[in-house]
């Protein structure tokens, strides 16, 4: 993202015409060749502090209290630091949440990327950091093109922003956080911070919420033997309460050369191979899903293209797909049926080459 072309990096920038700053700019708001991308957010329960917590967590708290303020026992979300113990954080809002605030420029790029967008932090300050805020939650409530930005205050003290299409962005709950800093069990009882709108037939009216309707999680191959009590209430919280898609990423799948197909089939790659390849390319017009982050491409993988993947370390002689009847009878078959949900899909996580942004 040139954040740098605001900031005397590029000296002669502003001498360039109107019409190309605002293509420039323009390209920036859309770093990616695809419309989704991946988000990571820590997620927390009404028992953590948030207001301290920082540390604990290594990440920045999104504010959704009044006037910017951080709701004290509540459901929070947090933005991770890079950390040399988890890595970086290299989510797709990285590469476009500067643009709110390096120069009126890349403010109005952003706006016209995003235009009927939620802002859901009231964040005081300056306009240079805190743009003009047009509208607030709920107000594009299931408008497909809708998006949701909330605030946090970095550990400089710089007010920034993230920003998230609720309708084709994954939203990635880290493995590291995603058990230990919450009981998701408690969420039946109340949520003060709308994390997560319940969308089950059986219950009150929907009402917004922040995450969007694609979650994603790591998957464990742990889980062939036996699937934890926090993960069967995650899933029937996000899966059946919420009614969201939820994405496991399984980062044993690595895609087979086209080398490795022939020498498997005996014989040159057939047309149908082909195609199925094409499907799969990183054009972003593949029939697979695709979701983008700063590093990687997250890519579908569905049960009838196993063939073009290989599985590599723990427990590679098994399928992520077997998994799922043995989820659907654990902990006294609440998730009964859901081996066959169409909302319980399967990622595979690629090095995106193409991507020129480094967070």
């Not at 990327?113 to 300050?125: F, L, T």
């Not at 009216?205 to 036996?226: C, H, K, N, Q, Y």
Request: net charge negative.
């Amino acid at each position: 993202m040139p954040e740098h072309l605001a900031s005397g990096g590029f000296p002669l920038f502003p001498a360039l015409p109107r019409e190309l700053q605002d293509y420039i700019w323009d390209v920036a708001a859309r770093p990616f060749p695809g419309d989704r991308y991946l988000h990571a957010l820590y997620a927390v329960d009404f028992w953590f502090n948030l207001a301290e917590g920082a540390e604990t967590i290594r990440g920045d708290a999104l504010r959704f209290g009044p006037d910017g303020s951080l709701t004290k026992q509540s459901y929070g979300l947090f933005v991770p630091w890079d950390d040399p113990a988890r890595g970086l954080n290299t989510s797709a809002y990285r590469a476009i949440g500067g643009l709110w605030t390096a120069c009126r420029g890349s403010r109005r790029a952003i706006e016209r990327r995003y235009p009927k967008n939620e802002w859901w932090s009231d964040v005081p300050g300056p306009e240079s950091e805190c743009p003009h805020r047009l509208a607030g939650r709920g107000d594009y409530f299931n408008d497909p093109d809708a998006s949701h930005t909330a605030s946090y205050v970095d550990r400089q003290g710089r007010i920034s922003h993230i920003t998230i299409s609720p309708q084709r962005d994954v939203v990635y709950f880290p493995e590291s956080t995603v058990y230990s800093a919450v009981d998701w069990h408690y969420h039946y009882a109340g949520d003060h911070v709308p994390l997560l709108d319940m969308r089950n037939p059986d219950d009150d009216p929907t009402r917004p919420s922040f995450v969007g309707m694609d979650i994603a999680l790591d998957f464990e191959p742990r889980w062939f033997d036996w699937a934890y009590d926090s993960l069967v209430d995650m899933i029937d919280l996000f899966h059946d309460e919420c009614c969201r898609t939820v994405w496991l990423i399984d980062r044993r799948l690595r895609r087979r050369q086209a080398s490795d197909l022939e020498e498997k089939s005996g014989s040159q790659l057939s047309q149908p191979v082909e195609i199925e390849l094409g499907k799969m390319n990183l054009s972003g017009s593949s029939e697979n899903v695709q979701f983008y982050s700063c590093r990687h491409v997250f890519t579908e993988v569905k049960e009838n293209d196993q063939h073009l993947w290989e599985i590599e370390g723990e427990h590679h002689d098994k399928s992520i797909f077997t998994f799922f009847p043995g989820l659907a009878v654990q902990h006294n078959g609440r998730l009964r049926g859901i081996e066959k949900s169409e909302r319980l899909r399967v990622l595979a996580c690629e090095i995106n080459h193409g991507s020129t942004f480094d967070p």
